[in-house]
């Protein structure tokens, strides 16, 4: 798996961590954000985790859409680094223990597109 830390967008709190990659098990672009704990003793704040479901965002594009609606703009850098990740890990959902047992727990909960490319990749289609 892949991992990058890239910029806060403008008026997020300075302390914010923004990280994207890709992620061969799940066949998935993904990305996070977090804000420290509010104590000492608290966990992370999640502000928003996208591309954690099987085949959620299948190219760099979808990933930056999705990024967009929060706000944050993924560096031009950052773009050809997560490219060449895909191709450079591989696809490896499919053939994976408890891909199936995966699958079909997140069916109900996926758009239909998405669960096509589930679909292939289950086939190894999607390496």
């Given at each position: 798996?892949?991992?990058?830390?890239?910029?806060?967008?403008?008026?997020?709190?300075?302390?914010?961590?923004?990280?994207?990659?890709?992620?061969?098990?799940?066949?998935?672009?993904?990305?996070?954000?977090?804000?420290?704990?509010?104590?000492?003793?608290?966990e992370d704040v999640?502000?928003?985790?996208?591309?954690?479901?099987?085949?959620?965002?299948?190219?760099?594009?979808?990933?930056?859409?999705?990024?967009?609606?929060?706000?944050?703009?993924?560096?031009?850098?950052?773009?050809?680094?997560?490219?060449?990740?895909?191709?450079?890990?591989?696809?490896?959902?499919?053939?994976?223990?408890?891909?199936?047992?995966?699958?079909?727990?997140?069916?109900?909960?996926?758009?239909?597109?998405?669960?096509?490319?589930?679909?292939?990749?289950?086939?190894?289609?999607?390496?």
């Amino acid at each position: 798996m892949s991992r990058y830390t890239i910029p806060n967008p403008p008026d997020s709190p300075e302390d914010r961590v923004i990280t994207v990659g890709w992620d061969a098990p799940l066949n998935t672009y993904w990305a996070t954000a977090f804000d420290p704990p509010a104590s000492i003793d608290g966990e992370d704040v999640e502000v928003f985790w996208i591309g954690y479901t099987p085949c959620e965002l299948p190219d760099v594009e979808s990933l930056a859409t999705a990024l967009r609606k929060h706000g944050v703009e993924i560096p031009p850098f950052t773009v050809e680094a997560l490219r060449v990740d895909k191709p450079g890990e591989g696809e490896s959902f499919a053939g994976r223990p408890a891909t199936k047992l995966i699958a079909e727990m997140t069916r109900p909960y996926v758009p239909a597109d998405q669960q096509a490319r589930i679909d292939v990749a289950l086939q190894g289609g999607g390496r």
